[in-house]
Structure formats: C-alpha cells, structure tokens
C-alpha cells in the first residue's frame, strides 16, 4: 500500500468510464470528480493516455478547440491542482513531467483500454463463439459517445477518432462470428442500422449482404449493394473495391460457398487461390499490404499471402491489372518452368518491399530508385490499347511473359507515385499492421481492418 501523504493511506481501484458520460467509480460507489466540463475533459484525455506524458500545450490546443485564452496555461494547472485533490485519496497519481502531464499506470481500470484489449483477443480467437463471447463483453461496455458530457463532436475525433473506429470493427468483427455460428438473423438485426448511417463502409456491407443472402433475402442484399455503389460513384468518386465486388459476384451466381457457416467472410477465393479484400484504395497499396501486418499468422488479413506464383499472377488478374487471357498464360508458363516463375516471384517481394519504403520514408532515395528501376523495365514491355468504353490503357505485352505481373505492379506503382492521391496516403498507426490506405477525406485514422491490433500482452500504439 502506497500513501497519498506522510502517514495517509491509499485506496486503490478506481474505475474510469469514458466510453460514455465521464464516470469515475471505486469499489462500485460514484466518486465526484470535477465539477467543470473542461476538468473532466482534461482527465480523460489524459486517461486515454495513462502512463505516458500529455504536453500542457496538446491540453490546451484541446480544451479550446485550437483557440485558447491568454490564461490557458493557468487554468489547466487549476484543473490539474483540483483532480489532484479529489484523486488522491484513491491512489490515483497525476505527475507532473517537463512540460506536461502524465496520470500512473497504478492499476486503475480505463474502460477504453478493457475495450480495445477485447477487441484484439478476439480478432486472434480462432473459436467464433469465443470471438462473439469477447465482442459481447467489449460491446457492453459502450454507454454512448467517448466522453459524451465532456466533449463535443470535433474534440472527440480530434482526442480518439480510433475508438468509435474501433467499434465499428468490433461490430463487423461479430457479425462475422455470427454468421460462423449460423446467427444470420442476428448480424442483419445489428447490421441494418450501422449500414444506414455508414453507407460507404464497404466491409460493413459485405456482411451484411451475406446475413441477407443467408438469411434467404437475395434480393434485399442485390438491394444493398446497388444502393452502397451508387453512394461510392456519387460521393467518392469510386466503384466498390474488390470484396464487395466478390461478394456480389457470388451472390448473382447463388454461390453455395456464401451458404457454409465457418468460412472466413473477408477471404476472397479467385481461381482456387486465397486473396486478401482490398484496404488500400490502389492496386499497387494492396500490394504492398502483403507486406504489412508479419505479426498475423495465416488466414487472417496482414498475413503473408504471396506464398506462389501463381497467387501473384491470379492476384493480379483479379485487381484489374492482368486480363484473363494473359493469366491462363501465366499459369500455364509457370508449370512449365517453375524456377524461373521462383526467380519473379522473388524480384516482386523485393519491389513490394522498395515499394512500401518509399511510400512510408517519402525521403528514401534508395527505395524510390529501386521502384523506378523496376517501372522502366516495365515501360519497355507495355502496349496501348482501346478498351470497350473507347479509352485507351497501357497493358503488358505477352512477349515479358512469365515477368508480366511484376511489369504490372511497378507500372502500377509508377502511376501511384505520380498521383496527387499519394498525397492522402496514410498507415494504420497500430505497430502490428501498417497497411497502406488513402484517406482523401481527411477523416480516418483506421485502416479498419477487424483482425489488426496488439495482443494483451503488447503495449499500446497510438494514432498520432
């Protein structure tokens, strides 16, 4: 037991509630503490980051909106002198470091952080009944917006845009564990009014379409997905990304395989090869999220997928970036002669590798070098030729052969260089994945992949 002063013991156990109205709690009783709105706000942005230093000027900039009164710096050490004062008593220590503050990690219980280790115990769990039974618990510890009393909308995107990102994940992550266990009825039921208010939430709507064909309602998930594009071209700019597309493709063609409870809903099968969905946005970014996300162990999205040939060749066909005709060719070449299809399959990991360098070290030379070398062999081997709606398009020719999707992926890369796009660009923050995706609005934080994250046993990484 610790004391709060010479000679005054100390209580430990306190329990904060932020998913919600600001709640503070030891030992199940209510503890009053901060009477202002800002003295809340300021204690729950430093609980999202217990442990570590929040600088007095990240507090102000916060508080005000980026617009604080010459006493800014006054009032939050007030604030700061006032939680000390109702903390203490419980073992709750606010530290005073450099130029910031810091709330110890004595123990204390931050219901933001039970949330997000629930949520990655259950993106590992391989049991779909322990994976609803963790979402359930994470799930129930929702009482509303992150601090819902303390912050308005923008501050609470500014503080934790990852936590509500994260509940959606948690959601999609359920839904998916619902539809394992046979619970179509159940993931429509939580589904429906998620995908009203988050229309372009392309995983989110696979989901939900595969409930609603499971369910025996076709119609109703052709419905969805005509709606979803729609929001996608008007809004966006863009058509449906490659999963929603699969899922589509299937439910036209009554595929029993959207029938079979314990299939991965994510897992794109092409060809009989396993493909990752699409997070990036761009050809050349889900290439390079091959890449990304080591610390996964197969099926789970991040994983290692490009373990052949072959996969890289139906990978390609299945972006856009080969027709079929050329990867019926490639397939065929590459049993033919296996070790040279080896030897590409090889030049590509390191492309991918050079090719997430420079795109996460904007300043890497080398890497940028490595990528241009690869797009003007590349350059050497492409045709222009008419497609059906009269534009015109670079493909490679059949004479590169076995070299035809590497060819495909730098001309790819090439362009994503060159795209103002690239300018929007931005990694998932957690240590564990690192996918690539664009973010031209803005907004996101999360590259919104269910399974990325630490496991219990890891520490935290924050978004900037």
């Known amino acids: 037991m610790t004391t709060g002063g010479p000679g005054q013991p100390v209580l430990f156990g306190m329990d904060f509630r932020l998913l919600g109205p600001f709640e503070a709690r030891h030992r199940g009783r209510p503890v009053e503490v901060g009477s202002r709105r800002q003295e809340r706000c300021l204690l729950g942005v430093l609980l999202l980051d217990t442990g570590r230093v929040v600088p007095t000027e990240r507090l102000i900039d916060l508080l005000w909106n980026g617009r604080p009164p010459a006493s800014a710096r006054g009032a939050v050490q007030t604030y700061i002198g006032r939680l000390r004062g109702s903390l203490t008593p419980y073992g709750v220590r606010i530290s005073t470091r450099g130029e910031g503050y810091l709330v110890e990690a004595d ?179 889900d290439f390079c999220n091959t890449f990304a996300g080591w610390g996964h162990e197969p099926p789970l999205p991040g994983a290692e997928w490009l373990r052949g040939y072959r996969t890289l060749a139906v990978w390609a066909g299945h972006v856009g970036l080969l027709d079929d005709v050329s990867v019926s060719r490639l397939l065929h070449l590459a049993r033919r002669d296996p070790d040279q299809a080896e030897a590409v399959l090889v030049e590509a990991r390191g492309l991918r590798q050079a090719l997430y360098g420079c795109l996460t070290g904007p300043d890497d030379r080398r890497a940028f070098d490595a990528v241009a070398r690869h797009a003007e062999a590349a350059a050497k081997e492409l045709a222009f030729r008419p497609e059906s709606d009269g534009r015109g398009r670079w493909w490679p020719e059949l004479a590169a052969g076995l070299r035809m999707p590497l060819h495909a992926v730098a001309w790819s890369a090439a362009q994503l260089l060159a795209d103002p796009r690239r300018l929007t660009l931005r990694t998932c923050p957690d240590e564990r994945c690192g996918w690539l995706f664009l973010d031209e609005s803005g907004l996101r934080r999360w590259c919104s992949l269910g399974t990325c994250g630490r496991s219990p046993d890891r520490p935290r990484c924050h978004s900037a």
Do not use: C, K, N
Request: hydrophobic share 40%.
């Open 107 to 285: 123990g204390h219980r931050v219901d933001v952080d039970e949330f997000g280790d629930l949520v990655r115990a259950a993106g590992v769990a391989a049991d779909p009944g322990e994976r609803v039974r963790l979402l359930d618990r994470g799930l129930a510890l929702w009482r509303g917006p992150l601090l819902a009393d303390a912050a308005d909308g923008e501050l609470r995107d500014r503080l934790h845009g990852t936590v509500e990102e994260l509940r959606l994940v948690a959601v999609e992550l359920r839904a998916e564990a619902q539809l394992a266990l046979g619970q179509h009825a159940r993931a429509i039921a939580e589904l429906m009014p998620l995908a009203a208010r988050h229309p372009t939430r392309e995983q989110l709507v696979a989901v939900l379409m595969t409930a609603l064909y499971r369910g025996a309602r076709q119609a109703d998930a052709l419905r969805l997905y005509r709606t979803t594009r729609q929001v996608l071209v008007d809004e966006l700019g863009v058509e449906p990304g490659p999963r929603l597309r699969e899922v589509h493709r299937r439910i036209l063609r009554g595929d029993d395989r959207l029938d079979r409870p314990g299939r991965p809903v994510y897992e794109v099968r092409v060809r009989d090869e396993s493909l990752p969905w699409s997070v990036g946005g761009h050809p050349a970014l």
